[in-house]
């Protein structure tokens, strides 16, 4: 259960939660587009991450222990989370989870079924009922959806471990693009996480999700895409964490006009 600072929003209990496990970083980040599998593992060090995401349908699993992208990833630092990216129906997502869960990686899924090849959106509705087979299966369902309520409520009915919603376009860099809408999910859905997947380009990005309460961020491009990805690993890192911190703290209101510091009540004669 949630704790809940003044305003009412979750404030969480230090860790993120997800399904029977808990993390201490609030940071999720991807494995893809790396220049080198050196730098990745690198960039993960820096990050401070404890789940990193693998797409199935990219990884040889029967390469293991010879180049395979699963070399250079420690399965004793990091929980993997096997992806199903470039899925495009529900039939496809629930088989490449399946295989992912039959060859050793986890029963824990981020589950994307894409309805768009150039946006690359979700198709909410093979989205629902990809849930509802491997909820049903007894599988850790981390879907990819919209910033949308109705369907957030759908995919928590349905036995979702967390919601987590676009920012901006998948790569796009755009930051978060709809802030209102993470609100109104921040409000309505307190008994699960949402987590902001997509679209961060920079530290700031980061900080404004977790400002505004959100419980956690999951990123690839941002990090991996960046001139220099193990910095901006460390960057965004630590924009997770004030953010975090800052959302904890509780933001003093905004105001239209100014409000002194040093109020004239207490000024001395």
Same mark, same amino acid.
Not at 221 to 236: I, N
């Given at each position: 259960?949630?704790?809940?600072? *003044?305003?009412?929003?979750?404030?969480?209990? +230090?860790?993120?939660?997800?399904?029977?496990?808990?993390? +201490?970083?609030?940071?999720?980040?991807?494995?893809?587009?790396?220049?080198?599998?050196?730098?990745?593992?690198?960039?993960?060090?820096?990050?401070?991450?404890?789940? %990193?995401? %693998?797409?199935?349908?990219?990884?040889?699993?029967?390469?293991?222990?010879? &180049? $395979?992208?699963? #070399? !250079? @990833?420690?399965?004793?630092?990091?929980?993997?989370?096997?992806?199903?990216?470039?899925?495009?129906?529900?039939?496809?997502?629930?088989?490449? *989870?399946?295989?992912?869960?039959? *060859?050793?990686? $986890? $029963?824990?899924?981020?589950?994307? %079924?894409?309805?768009?090849?150039?946006?690359?959106?979700?198709?909410?509705?093979?989205?629902?009922?990809?849930?509802?087979?491997?909820?049903?299966?007894? !599988?850790?369902?981390?879907?990819?959806?919209? #910033?949308?309520?109705?369907?957030?409520?759908?995919?928590?009915?349905?036995?979702?471990?967390?919601?987590?919603?676009?920012?901006?376009?998948?790569?796009?860099?755009?930051?978060?693009?709809?802030?209102?809408?993470?609100?109104?999910?921040?409000?309505? @859905?307190?008994?699960?996480?949402?987590?902001?997947?997509? &679209?961060? &380009?920079?530290?700031?990005?980061?900080? @404004?999700?977790?400002?505004? +309460?959100?419980?956690? %961020?999951?990123?690839?491009?941002?990090?991996?895409?960046?001139?220099?990805?193990?910095?901006?690993?460390?960057?965004?890192?630590?924009?997770?964490?004030?953010?975090?911190?800052? !959302?904890?703290?509780?933001?003093?209101?905004?105001?239209?006009?100014?409000?002194? $510091?040093?109020?004239?009540?207490?000024?001395?004669?």
């Amino acid at each position: 259960m949630k704790s809940e600072t *003044a305003d009412g929003k979750n404030a969480g209990t +230090g860790r993120l939660h997800l399904g029977h496990s808990s993390f +201490g970083s609030r940071l999720l980040l991807g494995t893809g587009k790396y220049p080198s599998e050196q730098l990745m593992q690198e960039a993960l060090e820096a990050s401070g991450t404890e789940i %990193v995401t %693998v797409a199935v349908r990219r990884v040889d699993v029967s390469k293991r222990g010879h &180049g $395979s992208l699963l #070399d !250079f @990833i420690d399965p004793r630092r990091y929980t993997l989370l096997p992806n199903t990216a470039g899925c495009t129906s529900a039939e496809e997502a629930v088989r490449t *989870a399946r295989l992912a869960r039959e *060859a050793g990686l $986890s $029963s824990l899924i981020k589950l994307e %079924v894409i309805g768009d090849a150039k946006t690359l959106f979700p198709d909410l509705e093979g989205l629902l009922q990809a849930t509802r087979i491997l909820v049903a299966e007894g !599988f850790t369902v981390l879907p990819y959806t919209s #910033d949308d309520l109705v369907t957030a409520k759908k995919l928590r009915d349905l036995g979702a471990a967390a919601i987590m919603p676009l920012g901006a376009p998948i790569g796009s860099g755009l930051g978060i693009q709809n802030r209102t809408h993470l609100r109104i999910l921040l409000q309505e @859905i307190r008994d699960i996480p949402i987590i902001v997947d997509a &679209g961060v &380009g920079t530290a700031s990005d980061a900080a @404004i999700a977790m400002e505004i +309460g959100c419980d956690g %961020v999951l990123m690839n491009t941002g990090v991996a895409g960046a001139k220099e990805p193990v910095r901006m690993a460390r960057a965004m890192r630590l924009a997770v964490e004030a953010g975090r911190l800052a !959302f904890e703290a509780g933001r003093i209101p905004k105001k239209l006009y100014a409000s002194a $510091s040093s109020p004239e009540d207490q000024m001395i004669e």
